[in-house]
């Protein structure tokens, strides 16, 4: 069995209290990019951060994983598949650690954070970045690395481009300096809209796909929200599209939201979390 292990350095005074990571998907490059930019920056950080690519062997063959996903295999198994053995590994890397994961979406070239219900200190640093849209995803997903802490995953724009890249960086500088690493955050104060992946839209197989919803857009009971093929795809109740599009996922179109408001606070109270219980 190879042994699994992400790639780890460490930067900044003392023992690591922060962790900036990207690589969890092989195939999204942007967030690799950032971290390597940083691991090469002078920084002159003020908090011991560790700077992590998450899935090496995924990375370097360009796909978004090699035998499970790892953004489904959390908390891990130290004697599972590849990435379940990456996930153990790297949830032990970022115990105690506020975390930021990055990556990248088919979906909108604008940032997104995503955030875990039981993380309520994930959901009020997410709503410090520079971010229009901050997302909880606890009902639609199993296994995330949301699950292992107060992490905050950034989607930060469209996969494979120059410009993700830049967002990715940008947004893990915003994170440094909003958790006291670097000085002064210099990004545009944001009061983000909330939202709660409430379900899946499943593709109809084997037909070409036309999304016609925009992502974070309300979609009107009664609308059609895409086609595929000749069949229009009509929405039964309303909703907000969030990262939807034609090729991001093989069997869905993404997923259906409700708004949650513009408080964290607020929002987590709609979920039915009280903050000050954490």
């Known amino acids: 069995m190879t042994e699994a292990s992400p790639d780890v350095t460490v930067h900044g005074p003392g023992d690591p209290e922060l962790a900036v990571v990207g690589g969890v998907h092989g195939d999204e490059p942007s967030g690799v990019r950032a971290v390597e930019r940083l691991r090469d920056a002078d920084l002159s950080l003020r908090r011991g951060v560790k700077f992590v690519v998450a899935n090496p062997p ?92 107060t992490v905050v995953t950034v989607e930060a724009g469209c996969q494979g481009t120059d410009a993700a890249a830049d967002e990715a960086e940008r947004q893990a500088r915003a994170f440094l300096a909003e958790t006291g690493a670097l000085p002064t955050a210099d990004h545009d104060g944001t009061d983000p809209n909330y939202y709660v992946l409430e379900d899946a839209v499943e593709k ?19 609308a059609v929200f895409a086609t595929a093929g000749e069949e229009r795809l009509v929405a039964h109740r309303p909703f907000y599209p969030v990262l939807m599009s034609e090729c991001g996922y093989e069997e869905i179109f993404g997923y259906r939201a409700s708004r949650l408001g513009t408080s964290p606070a607020g929002a987590l109270a709609v979920l039915g979390v009280d903050p000050a219980a954490e």
């Open 204 to 222: 109809p197989s084997g037909v070409e796909y036309e999304l016609l919803a925009e992502n974070f857009t309300r979609v009107a009971a009664g």
């Open 58 to 149: 995924a990375v370097e063959a360009g796909q978004r994983y090699l035998e499970t996903d790892l953004n489904r295999s959390f908390p891990g198994d130290s004697d599972g598949s590849l990435e379940e053995r990456l996930a153990a590994r790297l949830c032990a890397e970022t115990a105690g650690l506020p975390t930021l994961s990055l990556h990248a979406t088919h979906s909108t070239p604008d940032p997104i954070a995503l955030v875990e219900h039981t993380q309520p200190a994930a959901f009020d640093l997410a709503g410090r970045l520079p971010v229009p849209h901050v997302v909880d995803h606890h009902r639609v997903t199993d296994g995330s690395f949301t699950d292992c802490g």
